[in-house]
């Protein structure tokens, strides 16, 4: 059953990047000023990510299919990436310009018009990132929570940028305006930076949270009292889709059907909890020491023992 898209949400992204980039143009033509021109610029990136991002979530709303079994989730983390690069491709822009104009001066002009226009600007990208944070976060959607924190971005960027428009016009020094705009594309490569990272380690199949973990063990050690226990706990994080695996340890005596019956009880207990995730099972004898041939912890130098319930990963085979 293919899951509901989230890619419709990026259209509040995309309209809002064009009413900005139009608003800010004219800031900027109005006054001259290299601050309101690299808003403008980051405005023009937002853009391309919004389309971007609503390209990789009507990917990753597709169902699994035969070539890619595990969904196409991780179609978020393309996106997010791709958007931390354009950030800081264009804070490399701003950088560049504002250096020019510091060796190529010009007065600004029409500064109160250009300020009204560009507080409009912030207005509607902050509205804009309220929209997207919240269901970003309802849905676990890093493309959504990416683009809200970018277009948070842009608004402390124009607050910054006034605030150096503002000391232009009280101390008529000129330089403040190139000087403001390098200290914004420097802190939109930081911002850039940091979403690079995040996406980067989505990709590489980041385990769950803590909190998350957690819970898990919680609900798993609920049947230790009818003598079940479990141990080769991983999970790894596809954006909105979780995969969780673990072996459990039956006794002995209980048949094949039982086992499967309690695992498929537990399966429901833990996709109650965790909706959209994929929980694989594998079940082991209690009683066979090679049950336990697999257990290397990997939050601890200890040898753990058979009773240990911390996440461990596979053992290497040859």
Do not use: C
């Not at 930076?193 to 609900?219: A, F």
């Amino acid at each position: 059953m293919q899951k509901k898209s989230l890619a419709p949400i990026m259209w509040f992204s995309i309209l809002a990047s064009i009413l900005t980039i139009g608003i800010k143009t004219a800031a900027y033509w109005v006054t001259g000023s290299m601050g309101f021109m690299s808003d403008a610029m980051e405005s023009l990136v937002n853009l391309a990510a919004g389309l971007i991002g609503y390209i990789s979530l009507s990917i990753a709303s597709k169902p699994a299919d035969t070539k890619h079994p595990f969904g196409h989730d991780k179609a978020e983390y393309f996106s997010s990436l791709t958007e931390g690069l354009l950030i800081v491709l264009a804070a490399f822009g701003i950088i560049y310009a504002a250096i020019n104009r510091i060796y190529h001066p010009k007065a600004l002009e029409e500064l109160d018009i250009g300020m009204a226009i560009s507080v409009l600007a912030a207005l509607i990208n902050w509205g804009t990132s309220r929209v997207l944070r919240h269901y970003g976060q309802k849905h676990n959607s890093i493309t959504l929570e990416a683009d809200a924190q970018h277009l948070m971005t842009d608004v402390w960027t124009t607050a910054g940028i006034l605030v150096g428009i503002i000391l232009v016009r009280t101390t008529g020094w000129q330089l403040l305006d190139p000087l403001m705009a390098i200290a914004v594309g420097i802190s939109i490569i930081y911002t850039g930076s940091k979403l690079i990272v995040r996406s980067t380690d989505g990709l590489m199949d980041t385990k769950l949270s803590e909190k998350d973990l957690t819970r898990i063990r919680e609900i798993l050690n609920r049947r230790k009292i009818q003598g079940i226990g479990f141990h080769a706990l991983y999970t790894r994080q596809a954006s909105s889709k979780r995969f969780i695996s673990f072996h459990l340890l039956f006794p002995g005596n209980l048949t094949i059907y039982q086992a499967h019956e309690f695992s498929k009880i537990i399966e429901a207990d833990l996709a109650a909890e965790f909706p959209n995730s994929d929980v694989f099972i594998h079940i082991e004898p209690l009683n066979d020491p090679d049950a336990f041939d697999d257990i290397l912890s990997i939050e601890s130098p200890d040898e753990p023992g058979p009773e240990d319930d911390s996440i461990h990963s596979p053992k290497t085979r040859n």
